[in-house]
């Protein structure tokens, strides 16, 4: 379960996404350009800001906004709603691997809003399989 990211951040940053699918704009499907940037996070801010639509830029400043332990957390729930694995695996996995690069591999993603909400709809189903919540859409 999360324990430090709240549901309300969860689905604002899904509005943010949804606004950045909706324009239409394309955006990256492979992690490719950080490498150039490795260590040079102010680089890779610039450049990600002049490649990407406003709506992306802020869905990133808001990604930016969240702390470490939030932003892992988020990588997990968003890996988990793809269906990587099971969300305690992808937790240990986004802590083992997190690093400044993580707000923009977040934005980056076209389906983040999409795997996000996946991943709330998972973590809400009780062992019964009763969905608990269901009134963030």
Request: proline content about 3%; charged content about 20%; some cysteine.
């Amino acid at each position: 379960m999360l324990k430090s990211l709240s549901l309300s951040q969860v689905l604002s940053i899904c509005l943010l996404a949804d606004n950045v699918k909706r324009i239409g704009l394309p955006v990256s499907t492979s992690p490719d350009y950080i490498l150039p940037y490795l260590g040079d996070i102010n680089g890779l801010d610039e450049w990600f800001c002049k490649k990407r639509s406003l709506a992306q830029v802020g869905l990133l400043h808001s990604l930016q906004a969240l702390t470490r332990t939030e932003l892992i957390e988020l990588a997990a729930l968003m890996w988990f709603g793809r269906g990587d694995a099971e969300f305690g695996v992808l937790l240990r996995h986004a802590t083992a691997n997190a690093d400044a690069s993580l707000p923009y591999y977040l934005a980056d993603k076209a389906f983040l809003a999409v795997h996000l909400r996946t991943g709330l709809d998972q973590l809400l189903v009780g062992e019964s399989g009763v969905i608990k919540v269901r009134r963030y859409r």
